[in-house]
């Protein structure tokens, strides 16, 4: 349950500039299904005047991914080639009264297909992955992409570079290598002591997961009460007591301090519980 502005949720539900433009002069691709999110561009840009005379857009992707898209080609239309080449995903944020920091690579993944469609009606080849090494393979990311984003955002740890590029939410063999090119960047000495990176957003939902069924509700279950995971928010844990467990407020109160304090010993010091509305 993400809080987003009502810009981003006007944009979502009712989409500006959506579909293919025929006789487009500058497409811009980026992102994959297989990576959950992918946008395609299309600029009709005036040869003589370089001015973008239409923008549009297709996409597959999540809410915020839309109402970026469509933020980008409102934003967009009218402009120089020059003058849209320096839009960047902090632009498309602000322009949308802000996106949930987790949600931040669907502002870059905008600003990067805004780039590619310059670089079409250019003639410019923009090289994905030839000439960079893969860091993330759950997500595709090369380490080119990763320092540009981090530089550009002025990223500082491994889960911000997480929300700005996917980096890091799979499988979190790559955080290493995300370390790694943010102390490079950031200029940390190899004998400073470094931010231990924290779980991957996936790891912190199976592990949260995991400790309700295996730690928490049998205990609960032994006393004739149980618990119900809603949903996961980031460090939020929507749940709901039932049985025994639903009695009187100040037995609730109680038990959900216990299941606080068991996910955050066991999962991670900032986790909060909070009780699901009926």
């Not at 579909?19 to 297989?34: F, P, Q, Y």
């Not at 600003?111 to 469609?117: D, M, Q």
């Not at 890091?168 to 231990?196: H, M, Q, S, W, Y």
């Not at 991957?200 to 609960?220: D, V």
Request: glycine share 8%.
């Amino acid at each position: 349950m993400w809080d987003y502005t009502k810009s981003v949720m006007d944009h979502f539900s009712n989409p500006r500039n959506v579909g293919k433009i025929e006789n487009a002069n500058g497409v811009g691709e980026v992102g994959s299904l297989a990576c959950g999110d992918a946008l395609k561009l299309y600029l009709k840009i005036d040869p003589e005047t370089g001015k973008i005379e239409e923008a549009r857009f297709q996409t597959f992707g999540c809410a915020s991914a839309i109402a970026s898209a469509s933020a980008l080609t409102e934003m967009v239309k009218g402009m120089s080639i020059e003058e849209a080449s320096k839009v960047t995903n902090d632009d498309i944020a602000r322009f949308l009264g802000g996106l949930p920091e987790q949600k931040m690579h669907c502002s870059v993944m905008g600003r990067e297909a805004l780039e590619a469609a310059i670089a079409n009606f250019k003639g410019e080849e923009i090289a994905e992955h030839e000439d960079a090494t893969v860091i993330c393979k759950c997500f595709w990311v090369d380490e080119q992409k990763l320092r540009e984003v981090v530089i550009e955002n002025k990223l500082k740890t491994v889960e911000e570079v997480t929300h700005y590029t996917k980096a890091g939410g799979g499988c979190g063999g790559c955080v290493p290598d995300i370390k790694r090119i943010l102390n490079d960047i950031n200029g940390t000495k190899a004998d400073e002591p470094v931010e231990k990176p924290r779980m991957t957003n996936l790891q912190r939902i199976k592990l949260i997961t995991e400790t309700i069924e295996t730690k928490i509700a049998p205990i609960l279950r032994a006393d004739g009460g149980d618990i119900e995971l809603v949903d996961i928010d980031g460090y939020d844990v929507y749940v709901k007591l039932h049985g025994a467990c639903a009695g009187c407020s100040g037995a609730k109160a109680t038990l959900q301090k216990i299941v606080q304090e068991t996910l955050r010993k066991e999962v991670d010091p900032d986790i909060s519980i909070i009780e699901a509305s009926k």
